[in-house]
């Protein structure tokens, strides 16, 4: 009989631990399970796993550890006659495991990085450490997406253990081999130009502001450098703001979120993730993938995946904004370069982060589980 797995996730947008689910659900073996999608908001991510066939529910919360949904989440789960239950990031994690807990049912966190960090305040960061030990002690199996995380967890946690499965990616969606659409014709972006693409949440965690302040600089050495901007979130007026002030507009160019990526990693040249933290980015290994140099912070998550100067190029987040300007204009400039890093990066999603493989590596899981077998490392 076909064991039902409750995927649960924290919002319907597309992020990282959503594009995962999607890879995940949409690569199972469905004679041996049956998915069942369970988000704490609406969004384009849910409408796909909807024109997938999944069964899917949306019980609307922007809050972690909310009291007042885990009733709900409990009907849903007896309603849905679940089997397995499996969360995906903190804030899903925290309304769903105390209602598999008060069932009887299994229950497996996925790590898509931790929600503690350096920058945020003493007692954010002390509430939220202490939501990701409760969260991880009381898991049947906690699976970390990287090393980086496992490592992090086990220097905080006492007694922390976990399974690390590197999130995959479909090699058969993100393939430069493939026809695109032409999104610079569409955008208005001049075809002779070196495109630099940020595709990220506008949020101080990205770095969107210190890119454009990058660009800049490099603008002024590289005249054919254009910088796309896609994505949406709290600093995007600011970023609009900063483009205007350094009068580069007609050199930046701005789309809100889109799920057509492919055809804009396409139509890119050069790709850029600065952030402060990672756990273990989707976007980067979908641009490797497609074949794309890329310049990434110097930060754990990304160093697992990009070796400097060998399949993309580690800036460091001190002076980061001469960092990525080097990077640019070096990288505008030196086509052999670039070539070398596509070539590279490509092998390395090849041989590290295939999707399949990722799936195999978790619904081994999901037996061992259905057996009743806890023990898993």
Same mark, same amino acid.
């Given at each position: 009989? &076909? ?29 041996? *399970? ?29 809050? %972690?550890?909310?009291?007042?949904? +885990? ?50 305040? %003493? ?10 030990? +409760? ?24 007694? *922390? ?19 695109? &659409? ?7 972006? %001049? ?16 770095? %969107? ?67 402060? +933290? ?34 993309? +190029? ?59 077998? &806890?023990?898993?490392?």
């Amino acid at each position: 009989m &076909k064991k039902r797995i409750l995927e649960s996730i924290r919002q319907g947008l597309i992020g990282g631990g959503e594009t995962h689910l999607l890879s995940l659900v949409e690569n199972i073996d469905k004679s041996c *399970f049956e998915p069942v999608v369970l988000s704490f908001t609406d969004g384009p991510m849910v409408e796909r796993a909807k024109q997938m066939g999944l069964e899917t529910k949306v019980i609307h919360t922007e809050k %972690p550890f909310d009291i007042f949904t +885990w009733g709900k989440v409990r009907e849903f789960i007896k309603e849905s006659k679940i089997d397995i239950l499996h969360a995906h990031v903190t804030r899903a994690a925290s309304n769903t495991l105390r209602p598999a807990r008060s069932l009887n049912l299994p229950f497996i966190y996925t790590v898509h990085g931790w929600s503690f960090h350096d920058d945020q305040s %003493p007692f954010v960061r002390r509430f939220r450490m202490w939501g990701e030990q +409760w969260i991880t002690s009381h898991s049947d199996v906690n699976i970390s997406v990287s090393v980086a995380n496992q490592q992090t967890g086990k220097h905080y946690f006492r007694g *922390f253990d976990s399974v690390v499965i590197p999130n995959g990616i479909d090699q058969r969606k993100f393939n430069p081999d493939r026809s695109f &659409k032409d999104i610079r014709k569409e955008i208005g972006i %001049p075809g002779d130009g070196i495109l630099v693409l940020f595709m990220a949440r506008f949020t101080n965690h990205k770095q %969107p502001l210190k890119v454009i302040s990058g660009f800049y600089e490099a603008s002024q050495r590289a005249p054919l450098l254009r910088l796309l901007m896609v994505g949406e979130g709290d600093a995007k007026q600011e970023a609009l703001a900063l483009v205007r002030r350094l009068g580069i507009g007609d050199k930046v160019f701005f789309q809100d979120f889109r799920i057509d990526t492919p055809d804009v990693l396409a139509a890119s040249d050069i790709f850029v993730l600065a952030s402060l +933290w990672e756990g273990l980015a989707f976007s980067l290994r979908e641009a490797m993938s497609m074949g794309k140099p890329v310049v990434a912070s110097r930060v754990d998550g990304n160093t697992e995946v990009v070796k400097h100067m060998e399949n993309g +190029w580690l800036v460091g987040l001190e002076g980061l904004e001469k960092n990525l300007a080097e990077a640019f204009v070096t990288l505008s400039q030196d086509q052999g370069l670039r070539e070398k890093f596509q070539e590279n990066a490509k092998a390395t999603i090849n041989t590290r982060y295939n999707a399949v493989t990722m799936t195999r590596k978790t619904e081994d899981i999901y037996h061992k589980l259905a057996r009743g077998n &806890k023990n898993i490392s």
